[in-house]
C-alpha cells in the first residue's frame, strides 16, 4: 500500500494540540506518538494533528509531556465540516482512508452517521468474537461478485469487490477526477460507469473497466462507444433528482465538453426527462435490443430511481431482458440537483432493496438479475448492510469524491465550479489534481474498504459476501431491538 | 389554451448581510506576507473585495466565503480557520431552522429555486411533513416539451364548494342556484402573521404580491383601511370573535374569514346578509376532535374550512399531532360523508417550505395558508423582540412596499416552480389532481415498520456494530 497523503499543506483533523513556550524540546511526544504527529526536525513541533486521535490515545502526549506544554482541543474547523449524512468524522475518517489505506487507527466514527435513521440506526450482529472458531482466514473471504447471472451469450463479468463507479459524466467532473475513478476501478478488478457525457479517447486503455451510459440525452452515444465496452447502462433516473432530468450549465460546456457531447460551447444543455421514446416495459425491451443488435454480448444494466412501484419496475426489466436493476436511492448523488427534489422525490434505498428484492424472490427470478443500490452508500459498513437486505452490490460516486478531497460545500455548479478541481472542467482548477495522486487515493479508500468487507463476512462464519445478500437476520435496528442490554457497539 | 400562469421575479436584495454557517478566522500576528498568499488565490475572490458592513459589524468575508477550504488548508502558518457562527445557530428554532430561514432568504431575494450539488445532507426523517416522500414515475412525463414548456401544469385551485349534483324541474330547468366560486392560479394564500414589525407599507406590500400573484392576502378587517381598501379584491377580512363587524366597509370583498367560536353562526349570518356574494371561510383551529367540529360546519354556508395549526403546525393542545395528520382526518371525514367537493379545505401554520405545499396537498388540501413564510422573506431572523417590544434588528417597519411586494413575489415564483419540480415528477399537470393523492406519497410510519420492524432479534452474547 502506497501512502498518499492531502494535496494540501494542512489536512484538516478532528483535533489540535497546542504547544505553549514551556516545551523543552526533549522530543517525548515524537517518542511515544505511534501515529508521527509531532516531529523533531532541528526543534520538536507538532506537524501532523490531522492525525491525532485525541482521547482515544492510550498513551497521550498531552498527559505524559514531563514540562506539560502541550494541551489537546477540538479543531473548530472540523465542526464546520460535512453534514448529517457526511458527518466531519465520516469525510476525515475517508481522507484517512484514502491516505492510508486503512481504517482510522482511532478518535473517528468511520462506520455511520448521523441522520438517525436507515443506515445510520442498522447495525450489523456479529456472532461474539472470542469463539468465532467458524470465521474463515481473511485470505478464503470472496468477496467478488458476478454480473451477469443469466444464463445468455452476454458476457460473464465478475467484479473482485462488491461494488462498481456509478456515472458521473465528462463535464460535471474533470478528466483527471475521471480517470483516477477508472484507473483505480481497473486496480481493483472493477468498473466505472462514464455518465451521460460522451467516452473521452482517455479512458480507452481502460476499456474492459468502463461501463457506458445511455440517457435521455443520447450525449456522446455512438455505435463505437457501445461495442468497446462489455457493459452498458440505460439510465431511466437517478436518485438526486427523479423525474428531473439533467442540467449542465452553459459555463461548463467547455470546447472539450461541447466537441464530447455533439453540443455548442457555452450553451447550457439538458438531459430531458424522460427517454421520449419508452412508455413501458416493451418500449424498454427494444431499447435493450438495439444495444444487443449493436453489441450481442454487452451486459445490460437499467439505472432506475425509487418511486412507490420500484419493484415492478425492476420485474420489468428482468422481463426485457436486462441483467443489472441499478436502483439510485433518494439521498444519493453527485451534482446538482433541486433541494426539494433531493430531499422529498423517492423513497431511501433502504426501503427500496428489500422491496425490490423480495417481488424478485417471489416471481422466482431473483437468482437471474443482478441488484444493485447506490444513493447514499458511504461507508463499508453501509455496502454490508444494504446487501444484507437484499442488493448483490453497490455503486458508490460521492465517496470517491471524499477520497479526492471533496469537502461537501455544496457549490459543485457556482462560477468556475468546484474550487477543489474535481467537479470542473476549468483548466486551472482542473490542474489540482495530479492523477496518480487521484488514482491511488481511490485505490486505498475501496482497498480499506474491501479489507472492512473480508472482516465482516469472515466475521459472520461467511467465505464469499454472496451468502450475506438478504441475510437480514444478520442486521438490527436499533429503533425495534427488543433488548437493549448487552450488546457491545 | 389558456395563458400560462407566469411568476415574473426580480432580484430584490437583502438589505442586512445575512449570518452565514460558519465565519473565518483569520490571524494576523505570524503573518509572512507570502507573495503568493492564499487570500489571492482565493477562487471566489472573496478576500480582494472585502469590506465590514459597520452597521451591523460583519465582515463580508463571512457572507461571501463558499467555504471550499483552500485558503484554511493553504495558509504556510495556519493562521486561518473556520468555525461555527453562533448567529446563525441561534436562529429561529426547531421548526423554523436557521437552514428553512436562510433558504427563504435565498429565494426572496432570488426568486430561484435552491440548488445544489453533492446529494441530500439532511436527517434521514423527522416529524410533521418530514415523514413523508413524494413519488416519481420512471415513464411518465406530464406535458410534451417540459415542466416549463408551451404545455403547463396548472397549480390553479377552486375556492368554495361546488354541490354534488344538479337538480332539475320537469320541464327541465335548473333548479339549484349554481354556487358561487372563485379561483385562484396558486394554491398558496398569505396571511399576515400572528407577530412581526409591522407598517403600513409592509402589509400593503404583501397586498401588493397577492394581488399581482392572483391569490389573497388575510389580514384583521381593522387593518383594512386607507389605501388597503383599494386591494380589497385580493384581501380576505378576518373578522373578530370579541366584536362581531357589522359588515359594513366590505363592500367588493370577495372572501370573508370567521373564526371558530360561539357565535361563528351568528357572523356567518350577518355577513351572509349584508354581502350575499361574499364567501364565507371558517378559521378552525387544530385541536383534538376537530373532525366534529368540521362537521357541524359543513351544512351551514361555510364553504371554506381553513385549518390552522400553531406557528410550528402543531395541535394547539397536543404536541403530537401534526397539521399534516389533521388534513389527512379532515380530508377522509368529508370523503366518507360524500361532501369533499362541497367545501374547500385550506390548511396553515407551519408553512415553510415549497415541499409543505406539496405534501399538504396530497394529504388532503385543496391549498394552504402561509404567514411567517412571508414574514422571513423580509428577513425575519424570527427572534422575536418585537413581542417584548423591543426594536426589530432588521427594520421590516421599515422596509419599502414594493420592495416587500418583490420579495414575496419572488418567494411565490420560487415556490411555483418547486410545485411544478415535484408535479412533473409525479407526472400529475393539475394540482387539483394532486389533492388527496396519497398514493402518490410514501409515509414514514407506513414503510418504516414494515421494513425494519422485524429486524429486532439479537443473541444473547452478539455483538453489534
Keep these: 500500500m502506497v501512502t498518499v497523503p492531502s494535496r494540501f499543506r494542512n489536512p484538516i483533523g478532528k483535533y489540535r494540540l497546542h504547544r505553549t513556550d514551556e516545551c523543552l524540546g526533549c522530543g517525548k511526544c515524537v517518542a511515544i506518538c505511534p501515529h508521527g504527529v509531532h516531529v523533531k526536525i532541528g526543534h520538536v513541533m507538532t506537524k501532523n494533528h490531522y492525525r491525532c486521535v485525541g482521547p482515544d490515545c492510550p498513551n497521550p502526549c498531552y498527559k505524559t509531556c514531563p514540562a506539560g506544554a502541550l494541551s489537546l482541543k477540538r ?18 475518517s475517508t481522507w484517512c482512508m484514502a491516505e492510508t489505506g486503512d481504517v482510522p487507527p482511532g478518535g473517528l466514527e468511520y462506520r455511520i452517521g448521523e441522520s438517525v435513521g436507515g443506515f445510520d440506526r442498522l447495525r450489523l450482529v456479529l456472532p461474539p468474537s472470542h469463539r468465532n472458531e467458524s470465521a474463515p482466514p481473511d485470505e478464503e473471504v470472496d468477496v467478488g461478485i458476478e454480473l451477469n447471472r443469466r444464463d445468455d451469450t452476454s458476457h460473464r463479468v465478475r467484479i473482485e469487490v462488491p461494488f462498481y463507479g456509478a456515472g458521473m459524466s465528462y463535464g460535471s467532473i474533470s478528466i483527471m477526477a475521471m480517470l483516477s475513478r477508472v484507473r483505480a476501478a481497473a486496480a481493483l478488478g472493477t468498473f466505472c460507469c462514464t455518465g451521460e457525457g460522451g467516452y473521452p479517447d482517455e479512458l480507452k486503455p481502460y476499456d474492459d473497466h468502463v461501463i457506458t451510459q445511455v440517457a435521455t440525452g443520447l450525449f456522446g452515444v455512438r455505435e463505437e462507444t457501445i461495442q468497446r465496452v462489455s457493459i452498458v447502462e440505460f439510465k431511466y433516473a437517478q436518485g438526486a433528482k427523479p423525474g428531473l432530468g439533467g442540467h449542465l450549465l452553459g459555463d461548463k460546456v467547455t ?88 430531499k422529498n422525490i423517492a423513497m431511501p434505498i433502504e426501503y427500496a432493496v428489500p422491496m425490490v428484492h423480495r417481488f424478485l424472490q417471489e416471481e422466482g427470478v431473483r437468482e437471474k438479475m443482478t441488484v444493485i443500490a447506490s444513493g447514499g452508500i458511504r461507508t463499508p459498513h453501509d455496502v454490508a448492510k444494504i446487501i444484507a437486505l437484499g442488493a448483490d452490490g453497490v455503486c458508490t460516486g460521492t465517496a470517491e469524491l471524499v477520497a479526492l478531497e471533496c469537502v461537501r460545500c455544496h457549490n459543485c455548479e457556482s462560477g468556475r465550479g468546484c474550487a477543489r478541481g474535481i467537479a470542473t472542467t476549468d483548466p486551472e482548477l482542473t490542474r489540482l489534481i495530479d492523477l496518480d495522486w487521484g488514482t491511488q487515493r481511490i485505490i486505498n479508500l475501496f482497498s480499506a474498504w474491501k479489507k472492512e468487507l473480508v472482516r465482516i463476512v469472515g466475521r459472520l462464519g461467511m467465505k464469499s459476501v454472496t451468502e450475506l445478500v438478504g441475510r437480514t437476520d444478520c442486521l438490527v435496528h436499533l429503533d425495534y431491538m427488543k433488548s437493549k442490554r448487552g450488546h457491545r457497539g | 389554451m389558456p395563458a400560462k400562469y407566469m411568476i415574473h421575479t426580480r432580484a430584490a436584495p437583502n438589505r442586512f448581510k445575512a449570518p452565514t454557517k460558519s465565519g473565518i478566522i483569520a490571524w494576523w500576528e505570524g503573518c509572512l506576507g507570502c507573495l503568493h498568499c492564499v487570500k489571492k488565490q482565493c477562487v471566489y475572490g472573496v478576500y480582494g473585495s472585502r469590506d465590514l458592513d459597520v ?137 399576515v402573521p400572528s407577530f412581526g414589525s409591522l407598517s403600513g407599507d409592509t402589509i400593503k406590500g404583501w397586498a401588493l404580491a397577492a394581488k399581482e400573484l392572483g391569490t389573497f392576502l388575510a389580514l384583521p378587517v381593522d387593518m383594512i383601511t386607507g389605501e388597503l381598501v383599494s386591494f380589497r379584491e385580493s384581501l380576505i377580512p378576518i373578522m373578530s370573535p370579541i366584536q362581531p363587524h357589522s359588515g359594513d366597509g366590505l363592500e367588493g370583498v370577495r372572501l370573508v374569514e370567521v373564526p ?50 400553531t406557528a410550528s403546525g402543531r395541535a394547539i393542545d397536543d404536541n403530537s399531532i401534526f397539521i399534516k395528520d389533521g388534513i389527512r382526518q379532515t380530508h377522509l371525514a368529508l370523503v366518507e360523508r360524500g361532501i369533499r367537493d362541497e ?123
Design chain 1, 75 to 92: 479543531n473548530p474547523t472540523f465542526d464546520t465540516l460535512g453534514d448529517l449524512r457526511w458527518t466531519p468524522d465520516l469525510l476525515v
Design chain 1, 255 to 342: 470546447p472539450a465538453v461541447a466537441h464530447m457531447r455533439e453540443a455548442v460551447v457555452g450553451y447550457p444543455l439538458f438531459s430531458p426527462f424522460p427517454f421520449h421514446s419508452v412508455y413501458s416495459v416493451e418500449d424498454h425491451k427494444k431499447h435493450i435490443d438495439w444495444i444487443k443488435a449493436i453489441n450481442p454480448t454487452a451486459v445490460i444494466s437499467v439505472k432506475v430511481s425509487t418511486p412507490t412501484d420500484v419493484d415492478m419496475v425492476a420485474v420489468g426489466s428482468y422481463y426485457a431482458g436486462a441483467h443489472i436493476i441499478h436502483l439510485d436511492g433518494s439521498y444519493g448523488g453527485t451534482g446538482a440537483a433541486p433541494d426539494i427534489a433531493k
Design chain 2, 55 to 191: 452597521r451591523q459589524m460583519i465582515d463580508s468575508i463571512d457572507n461571501q466565503c463558499m467555504g471550499c477550504l483552500r485558503c484554511v488548508q493553504g495558509c504556510p502558518r495556519e493562521l486561518i480557520h473556520k468555525s461555527m457562527n453562533p448567529e446563525y445557530e441561534a436562529l429561529g428554532d426547531s421548526h423554523w431552522t436557521p437552514e428553512i430561514i436562510s433558504s427563504l432568504w435565498y429565494q426572496a431575494e432570488t426568486g430561484k429555486i435552491p440548488v445544489s450539488g453533492g446529494g441530500y445532507p439532511g436527517p434521514f426523517s423527522g416529524p410533521g411533513f418530514d415523514s413523508m416522500w413524494t413519488d416519481m414515475s420512471e415513464i411518465v412525463r406530464p406535458t410534451r416539451d417540459g415542466i416549463h414548456g408551451r404545455e403547463y401544469i396548472s397549480t390553479g385551485i377552486d375556492m368554495g364548494g361546488t354541490s354534488g349534483h344538479l337538480s332539475f324541474s320537469n320541464s327541465g330547468d335548473l333548479q339549484d342556484n349554481l354556487p358561487f366560486g372563485l379561483d385562484i392560479p396558486l394554491p398558496i394564500i398569505l396571511r
Design chain 2, 260 to 309: 371558530w367560536g360561539e357565535n361563528w353562526k351568528e357572523i356567518v349570518k350577518r355577513i351572509k346578509e349584508s354581502h350575499p356574494s361574499a364567501l364565507i371561510s371558517c378559521r378552525v383551529p387544530l385541536v383534538r376532535g376537530m373532525v366534529e367540529k368540521i362537521m357541524s360546519l359543513v351544512d351551514s354556508d361555510v364553504s371554506i374550512l381553513y385549518l390552522e395549526g
Design chain 2, 343 to 465: 367545501v374547500t379545505l385550506l390548511a396553515g401554520g407551519g408553512i415553510a417550505m415549497a415541499e409543505h405545499a406539496a405534501k399538504a396537498i396530497i394529504c388532503g388540501a385543496d391549498g394552504v395558508v402561509i404567514d411567517f413564510a412571508i414574514l422571513i422573506a423580509l428577513e425575519c431572523r424570527m427572534c422575536r423582540r418585537c413581542t417584548k417590544g423591543l426594536p426589530c434588528p432588521v427594520e421590516i417597519d421599515r422596509a419599502e412596499q414594493s420592495w416587500v411586494g418583490s420579495r414575496i413575489t419572488n418567494l411565490l415564483g420560487a415556490w411555483h416552480n418547486q410545485l411544478l419540480e415535484v408535479m412533473g415528477a409525479m407526472g400529475i399537470r393539475d394540482v387539483r389532481r394532486l389533492r388527496g393523492e396519497t398514493g402518490r406519497a410514501m409515509f414514514f410510519e407506513d414503510l418504516d415498520r414494515s421494513t425494519f420492524g422485524s429486524l429486532s432479534e439479537v443473541q444473547k452474547g452478539y455483538e453489534l456494530e
